[in-house]
C-alpha cells in the first residue's frame, strides 16, 4: 500500500471518527514487522493497542498488534498476518488509525494535534496572527506552524510559556509571542 494509493491522511482529510496513530515507514528485518512513525506522545501508548486500522481504496481493514517496541525512536511493530517482507512492505505509507473513541483521555493543558489543527491564533490581546496549520515535531517541544495572517508563516513553540489559552470550543488559541519571533516593527505596532 503506496502512500498515493491511501486515501486518507491525518492532516488533510483523516477518516470521520479517526485518529491517527502512527505512519508505517518502512520494513524491519524479513518477518514482517514494521518501522513505524510514531504519532502519540508516548512508546508505553503502543504497548496498550491491540488493534490499529489502515485503509485502503476498498475501506478500512483491522490489523492486531501481536508486539511492538521501540527502535531508534521509532517503533517496531510486528501485525498478526503480516509474516513476511513483501507483507510488511504493502503497508509502507500506510497511515495507522484509532477510533477517537478509544484515544485515552489528556491531562489539563494538553491536546491532540487534531484538536489544535485549524485553531485561530491571536495575542493575548486579541490580535489575529493566523491559523494553525501544521505541527512539527523537533524532539524537544512540539512546534506549530501558523499561517493565514498578517505577518504571514511563521512557527510557534509549543510551549506554556507562549500558548497561554486554548479554548476549544471557541477555536482558539492566545499566545504571548517571545521577543524577536516577529520583526520588531510588527511586534511594536502590535502593542
Not at 493543558?109 to 490581546?125: H, M, N, S, W
Not at 500558548?163 to 504571548?176: K, Y
Request: proline share 8%; with cysteine.
Amino acid at each position: 500500500m503506496n502512500k498515493k494509493h491511501s486515501p486518507h491522511d491525518p492532516w488533510r482529510n483523516p477518516p470521520p471518527g479517526m485518529i491517527a496513530v502512527g505512519e508505517v515507514l518502512t520494513t524491519q528485518g524479513n518477518k514482517g514487522e514494521v518501522k513505524v512513525a510514531s504519532l502519540t506522545d508516548t512508546f508505553e501508548r503502543w504497548l496498550e493497542l491491540e488493534r490499529v486500522f489502515v485503509y485502503t481504496d476498498r475501506g478500512p481493514k483491522a490489523l492486531f498488534l501481536e508486539k511492538a517496541r521501540a527502535f531508534k525512536g521509532f517503533v517496531v511493530v510486528k501485525f498478526r498476518g503480516i509474516d513476511d517482507l513483501s507483507a510488511g512492505e504493502a503497508l509502507r505509507g500506510a497511515f495507522l488509525w484509532l477510533p477517537e473513541a478509544e484515544r485515552p483521555p489528556l491531562p489539563p493543558d494538553r491536546f491532540y494535534i487534531d484538536q489544535v489543527l485549524g485553531l485561530k491564533v491571536e495575542t493575548l490581546a486579541g490580535h489575529p496572527l493566523g491559523q494553525v496549520k501544521e505541527v512539527l515535531f523537533t524532539g524537544g517541544n512540539d512546534v506549530y506552524v501558523i499561517r493565514g495572517g498578517e505577518y504571514g508563516e511563521f512557527l510557534l513553540p509549543a510551549l506554556k510559556s507562549v500558548v497561554r489559552f486554548v479554548d476549544l470550543q471557541a477555536g482558539i488559541m492566545r499566545v504571548e509571542l517571545p521577543p524577536g519571533l516577529l520583526d520588531e516593527d510588527e511586534e511594536e505596532e502590535r502593542c
